[in-house]
């Protein structure tokens, strides 16, 4: 009778085969991990897009509720209108495409507030005084980026959408003004604000 020993190891075929599945595994594994990673990145980016539109249009809306009907006068004297608008999508000069006078709270001066898109960017100048002075210059303040058009639009007496303001002297501020986002990567966001 002969007696055959029982193997206890492994061969060396059955590790190459241990280490090729686990190596396999280790892929798939970081493969899936980069993926989840990837897609949070643009999930909190598209999150941090969102909110940033949200806090711009809230921005437009307070502002533009509390207008004062006082007329200006601009830097070379000119008299503006308390109420002012374009239709463009981007200005190509420093120019803001939508100006108007703001109430201020109690104690405070009223200012002059204006809203433009530069270089992809939604920009909020700021007049600290009504009647400007040769000199004065507006604080800028980005709001928000990537964007590739802005584009407002005032209501008038009659109910009609009206891409410049004022239209005439007798008519000094719109019922309502629309502001339409066109972001960088295609959505457009359009809300529309009814003033008192």
Sequence with gaps: M????LQTGLTLIELIVAVALLALLTVMAYRGLDSMTR??????????????TTLLLERFGADVSQPARRPVRGAA?????????RAMTEPDGA????????????GRDESRLGYR???GKVELLVWRVLDRG???VAEVYPLLENVSALL??????RGVWQDHWPLSDTEPLPRAVSIELTLADGP????IFALP
Excluded: C, I, Y
């Design 2 to 5: 002969s007696m055959q020993r």
């Design 134 to 136: 040769p000199a004065s």
């Design 117 to 119: 898109l530069r270089g």
């Design 39 to 52: 897609a949070n990145d643009r999930t909190l980016a598209e999150s941090e897009r969102w909110r940033a």
């Design 152 to 157: 407002f639009r005032h209501l008038d007496a």
């Design 188 to 191: 457009s966001v359009k809300r």
């Design 95 to 106: 120019d803001a495409q939508f100006e108007f006078s703001r109430k201020s709270p109690p």
């Design 77 to 85: 004297g000119a008299p503006l209108p308390a109420w002012w608008g």
